[in-house]
């Protein structure tokens, strides 16, 4: 039993059903007389459904067929603009939109019956690009292609031109990223108009499923049960998705009266599912000749393919994070969210964050070059402290060190001497090919938890009950997808209660049974939801002490007995704790200004790269990443959330490049859609600081996306070291590299 | 057709078409879901299991061909209660998050010490190269082999 | 998985004989299958039209590394792993073993064959280049008896190749006369381990003092077949590798292959890096 588990490296949880290959995840599970589904998809981007027909030499009066025109509530999925059809009718706005649903015993035949439906289309002018949208080459979606947009408005950038010494451009994009989770998306579902709807699935978040499915079926709450099986990753990809083939699966069940399984295959996952959003940031800097920011002004897009889905919050956080960790007086940041014909563009870990962070921290090295200053010197003239506000005008209330983590940063990585050493080095030449090396760094900052009002709005909930034998249920909707929920939760509420591990149980997320606790996003779970956990239970606790069963001072059979007592005398011990905002956070939707996050996470990451010569690929040598992360809860999950992070960054910058043909990805396999394998991956040390938030469970704040955010602009700076060419977009391959270099 | 192997010390007998994949067999005949499809192109390394010695991806080997082999999947990795050294510090040091590329891993890292009872990093990251992970960034799947030949 | 399994025959001929005489019995309706880690990816994409397949997996006849003073003859069925451990391979054809270790991870490489790698005849595959440039013959049996062939005639035209509908690849072997020579094999691929080649080239000469001879250049993914650069050789033999000839080996690489755009990468790119190769090569003779 490890006395206050808060800050110790406790072994995961369900550790052992995972190693024994015992965990079940929706692919694992079966039910008698379960039927095989199978989505239909449209061939071309936009036009309208001419015709449809059945095909070959295929059985199909055993096939249960579904269209939009079997939908019994309302046909969108439920979730911002709701324009997102769960079937297309009559009219498809991108590649591989699903149209149709099949469903037999036959596993086989499924298939077989998927290749032999046609769909003809009409086809219509499709956009494929940002620039095209924004261009108006073809309005696709409302007046003019444009699903949302914001400005932030600090200060009087328009004034500012005039008395800067120095004004300094750039222009940098990013493009998509798949989020690859081993497991594919699956969900198995049992559906009758008497009963309701069951579905078991791998997701993220429950309760966005259970929203979904009120719609999609027309039914109360209580009759949609929605359970989180255990799920092979998700990263954003399980956030919104699983609403949509969860309500294909149920729309198969309810039509046939059986179970329905749809489980995609690894093509179809890439290629119908959601993507990061491609994204183009234009910087205009102006500085005194001291390197002092004077006005920042941004433009930043990003593509949300043919629906809005989530495209709306991924611009809002983008928006926040495009004028980073710095005092600047003027800011103006312009932001828009495009419509293309693409599958829709969704979540990914950063949410909109990697994408201007990499453009802002690509762009402060360049200003930082303009103005004769090293970007160390340039970072340390601008830093916000203590006092002084962001781009949004939220005041900073804690004491924030980037000086500190930029020196412990740099001298970690030994980054000054090896800049110097690799700048002599790449001089010298030995006649043949060699290998160019650089060093650079990005600083940055991540808000965690629901941007503004959200945490408000979504009234978050968690309940603690106790059982007769003494053990203490959590029961949220947070899911555990790999990144530590369970184990968190349990040294949370052990920590409270003083109670052994084994004690503590963690309800499997069931809508069912779990109350909301909001959706499992946004660097919120430990946070947010942890603070609800340790309330709920310590709820327990109180109702125990005031009823004179337990005495203040207690130790665990105590605690046992005390429970089994209150059971006998009143039936139930349960408590709930519902979210409580901090004090003096305030937040302006309509002018975007104000605390947009509860607390932020701080951090310098330093990339050492080398570029080869003969091959024009560059590598990633050595990793450090340096955080300041409010309190660290379990140093193993914590490292482990810094190094997947920087793993899956890496591959943003460097490997991972979808091929995009007529709106479709052409390279859905993972043979040509490439991310890193174990030896690929350099050694990345991550150092953790801690400086508490308050309103944290043991002073911790959200780190889930933060390392994310740091790697591309990096490693690109560092590219630049080396090779003293600026790239300004990524993924950036051998085959930008070389031509970058030999023009 | 009727096709007889062993798995996991155990004989089988199963009655399949001889193209399909052992990796479906397994999970839906024999009822041994702890092998995974990631990928269906034997890049991953989930549906690994060890065949005649040898680790192999499952997805790419037809039933056909496992008449009469030895078969180990993860299932019979631990021996009864007792986990492999590898599982413990899968557990232990972070090795596992959402644990799908789990079985797959351990299998792979089981066989490697098998091999090479004390591999340096550069062998580990060579032994592993066919098993993709993309929750961990690989550091503590490193650092769990090692811990478990240490042990 | 797309492909109808259903609708897929593999049969499990208990000798190599009888596989002959399945092949010889109807000529076309049957190919081999071996590791199958080629021909599985295409079934699982539903991308398998041919339906009947003789499993050879188990044919001992195809298994084994024969070693004599001249050659080394290597089965068909040696897989990946078999020729990485091979003592003979590793110090005279060093080429062979460094392609196998990139071939894949190790769960390929442990069911991956060399014949089956030559039959599925990607030019992206690694080891026929080092097979090239170590002047492999391929053995084909049938009813009929059976011929040697240079490998480097074996392919004629993108997947076509001299093997008849009831022939089957049994043997490789090499002449073992590389000793006292420069061997250079580089892939360069996607990423650093499972990777398909952008571009691959495998190298060997022998230096005459300080002039070249017997230089064998062979390269992968620049063109619709691996090739053996035959004019490239020609511009170099009997020259000394200065800078000049250089220069003019890779002017003349530049007309002798033919790299396109695809999902992977770029004309250019591969162009420009086959290039480099040679250049690099010709720098380790120098050195």
Redesign the interface.
């Known amino acids: 039993m490890t006395a206050h588990p808060i800050g110790k490296p406790v072994?995961?949880k369900?550790?052992?059903?995972?190693?024994?290959?015992?965990?079940?995840?929706v692919?694992?599970l079966?039910f008698p007389d379960m039927l095989h589904g199978a989505t239909v998809r449209s061939p071309a981007a936009r036009g309208k459904i001419t015709n449809i027909s059945f095909d070959g030499d295929i059985p199909w009066d055993e096939f249960v067929i579904v269209t939009a025109k079997d939908i019994p509530g309302a046909n969108y999925v439920a979730l911002i603009l709701n324009d997102q059809p769960y079937l297309a009718d009559g009219f498809v706005n991108h590649p591989e939109e699903p149209v149709l649903l099949l469903a037999h015993k036959d596993k086989y035949l499924v298939e077989e019956a998927r290749r032999n439906v046609r769909i003809e289309i009409e086809e219509l002018p499709a956009v494929f690009s940002l620039a095209d949208s924004l261009a108006k080459k073809e309005i696709i979606w409302g007046e003019d292609n444009v699903f949302k947009k914001f400005l932030v408005d600090k200060g009087n950038v328009d004034d500012a031109w005039a008395s800067a010494d120095l004004i300094i451009e750039g222009e940098y994009e990013t493009g998509a990223q798949e989020?690859?989770?081993?497991?594919?998306n699956g969900a198995i579902a049992i559906a009758n108009p008497t009963e309701g709807v069951t579905v078991w699935g791998s997701m993220q978040c429950p309760y966005y499923v259970h929203k979904a499915l009120v719609k999609l079926f027309g039914l109360p709450d209580e009759k949609i049960r929605i359970i989180q099986t255990?799920?092979?990753?998700?990263?954003g990809g399980k956030e919104e998705y699983p609403s949509l083939i969860a309500g294909h699966a149920a729309l198969l069940a309810w039509k046939s009266g059986k179970p329905v399984k749809i489980i995609y295959?690894?093509?179809e996952d890439m290629v119908a599912t959601t993507k990061r959003h491609p994204s183009r940031t234009r910087h205009k800097t102006a500085v005194t000749k001291d390197g002092k920011l004077l006005a920042a002004e941004i433009d930043f897009v990003i593509d949300g393919g043919a629906y809005c889905t989530l495209s709306p919050v991924v611009l809002s956080r983008g928006t926040i994070h495009a004028a980073g960790p710095y005092v600047c007086p003027n800011v103006r940041i312009h932001s828009r969210a495009v419509a293309t014909n693409v599958p829709p563009h969704g979540a990914f870990r950063g949410f909109g964050a990697p994408q201007s962070i990499f453009a802002l921290e690509r762009h402060m090295d360049k200003v930082a070059h303009a103005v004769g200053l090293t970007p160390e010197e340039f970072r340390r003239h601008n830093f916000i402290h203590e006092g002084e506000t962001t781009a949004t005008s939220q005041l900073i209330r804690e004491p924030v060190d980037m000086d500190g983590l930029l020196t412990r940063a740099l001298q970690l990585s030994d980054y000054h001497a090896k800049r110097e050493r690799f700048a002599r080095e790449n001089e010298a030449s030995n006649g043949g090919f060699s290998k160019k090396r650089g060093i650079g760094f990005a600083t940055f900052m991540h808000g965690a938890g629901f941007t503004g009002s959200g945490e408000v709005y979504l009234q978050s909930v968690v309940s603690a009950e106790a059982t007769a034998e003494g053990k203490v249920r959590i029961l949220a909707a947070s899911t555990e997808?790999?990144?530590?929920t369970n184990t968190i939760f349990t040294q949370i509420a052990s920590e409270a209660l003083g109670l052994d591990f084994e004690s503590i149980e963690i309800v499997q997320p069931d809508t069912g049974r779990v109350p909301n606790s909001g959706p499992t996003v946004a660097s919120r779970t430990s946070m947010v939801v942890g603070k609800l956990v340790e309330s709920a239970v310590l709820g327990l606790k109180q109702t125990l002490v005031g009823s004179g069963l337990l005495p203040p001072e207690y130790n665990e059979p105590d605690f046992k007995k005390a429970c089994a007592e209150y059971i006998a005398k009143f039936g139930s011990l349960k408590t709930s704790s519902t979210y409580q905002p901090p004090p003096n956070v305030h937040w302006d939707d309509e002018k975007y200004q104000g605390d947009a996050y509860g607390a932020y996470a701080w951090a310098v990451y330093v990339a050492e790269v080398s570029f080869d010569e003969l091959t024009y690929e560059a590598r990633v040598e050595d990793f450090v990443a340096m955080q300041e992360v409010g309190r660290v809860l379990n140093p193993?999950?914590a490292?482990?959330q810094i190094?997947?992070?920087?793993?899956?960054a890496i591959g943003f910058t460097l490997f991972e490049n979808v091929v995009w043909k007529d709106g479709r990805m052409a390279n859905n396999?993972?043979?040509n859609y490439i991310?890193p394998?174990?030896?690929d991956?350099p050694?990345?040390r991550v150092f953790f600081e801690e400086n508490p938030y308050a309103y944290g469970p043991g002073g911790a704040k959200g780190i889930g996306e933060l390392p994310m955010d740091g790697a591309a602009p990096a490693i690109l700076n560092a590219i630049e070291n080396a090779t003293g060419i600026s790239f300004n977009q990524i993924p950036l391959m051998p085959e930008g590299l070389m031509k970058g270099m030999v023009g | 057709m009727l096709i007889t192997f062993n798995v996991n010390n155990e004989s089988r007998t199963v009655d399949v078409?001889?193209?399909?994949?052992l990796l479906?067999v397994l999970?839906?005949q024999l009822h041994?879901?702890?092998?995974?499809?990631?990928?269906?192109?034997?890049?991953?390394?989930?549906c690994?299991v060890v065949?005649d010695g040898?680790?192999?991806?499952s997805?790419?080997?037809?039933v056909?061909?496992v008449?009469g082999s030895e078969i180990t999947?993860?299932?019979g990795?631990?021996h009864q209660d007792q986990?492999h050294a590898v599982?413990?510090a899968?557990?232990?040091?972070?090795?596992?998050?959402?644990?799908?590329?789990?079985?797959g891993m351990?299998l792979?890292a089981v066989?490697l010490l098998n091999r090479n009872p004390e591999p340096s990093e550069a062998e580990?990251?060579?032994?592993?190269?066919?098993?993709?992970?993309?929750?961990?960034?690989?550091?503590?799947?490193?650092e769990s082999v090692v811990r478990a030949y240490q042990k | 998985?797309r492909?109808f399994?259903?609708n897929?025959?593999?049969?499990?001929p208990p000798s190599l004989a009888d596989a002959l005489a399945l092949l010889n019995r109807e000529p076309g309706v049957w190919k081999p299958?071996a590791?199958?880690?080629d021909l599985?990816?295409l079934?699982?994409?539903g991308k398998l039209p041919h339906l009947n397949?003789i499993?050879i997996?188990?044919l001992q006849e195809l298994r084994g590394i024969d070693v004599t003073d001249s050659h080394i003859t290597l089965g068909a069925l040696t897989t990946y792993?078999d020729v990485q451990s091979h003592p003979v391979l590793q110090s005279e054809f060093p080429m062979l073993c460094q392609a196998a270790s990139e071939t894949?991870?190790?769960?390929?490489q442990?069911?991956g064959t060399l014949g089956g790698n030559i039959v599925n005849a990607s030019p992206a595959a690694d080891s026929p280049p080092a097979l090239l440039a170590y002047d492999a013959e391929i053995e084909l049996i049938s009813t009929d008896g059976s011929r040697w062939l240079a490998y480097n005639r074996f392919h004629t035209g993108y997947k076509q190749m001299l093997i008849g509908p009831n022939e089957l690849l049994s043997r490789v072997r090499m002449p073992r006369n590389t000793r006292g020579a420069g061997h250079y094999y580089r892939k360069v691929g996607t990423r650093?381990?499972?990777a398909i080649s952008k571009v691959c080239l495998a190298a060997l000469a022998k230096l005459d003092d300080d002039q070249i001879s017997d230089i064998r250049i062979a390269l992968g993914s620049v063109a619709p077949i691996v090739v053996r650069c035959v004019q490239t050789e020609d511009a170099l033999r009997g020259q000394t590798p200065d800078a000049g000839t250089i220069n003019s080996a890779c002017a003349r690489l530049s007309q002798e292959i033919s790299p396109i755009d695809d999902i992977r990468s770029t004309a250019d790119y591969r162009l420009q890096v086959a290039r480099n190769l040679l250049t690099d090569f010709l720098l380790t003779l120098r050195a």
């Not at chain 1, 190094?643 to 899956?648: M, S």
């Not at chain 2, 040898?54 to 991806?57: A, G, K, L, M, S």
């Not at chain 2, 580990?124 to 190269?129: D, E, F, K, T």
């Open positions: 072994p995961r369900e550790g052992r059903k995972k190693v024994t290959g015992q965990a079940l995840y692919d694992d079966s989020q690859l989770y081993i497991e594919n255990e799920t092979g990753g998700g990263f295959d690894r093509a997808i790999g990144q530590g193993v999950l490292a482990g190094e997947g992070g920087v793993a899956q396999q993972m043979t991310i394998t174990p030896a991956i050694p990345i | 078409f001889p193209m399909a994949r479906d999970r839906e041994l879901t702890g092998t995974k499809e990631g990928c269906g192109e034997g890049e991953c390394g989930a690994t065949l040898r680790i192999v991806n997805c790419l080997v037809p056909a061909q008449d999947t993860i299932e990795v631990a986990l599982q413990q899968f557990i232990d040091h972070g090795g596992a998050q959402c644990g799908i590329c789990t079985p351990v792979a066989d580990i990251r060579n032994g592993l190269a066919g098993n993709l992970c993309r929750c961990t960034g690989y550091m503590k799947i490193f | 998985m492909a399994v259903p897929y025959q593999l049969t499990t299958f590791g199958g880690t599985m990816v079934l699982e994409a397949y499993n997996w188990g792993t894949g991870g190790l769960a390929i442990n069911r650093k381990a499972q």
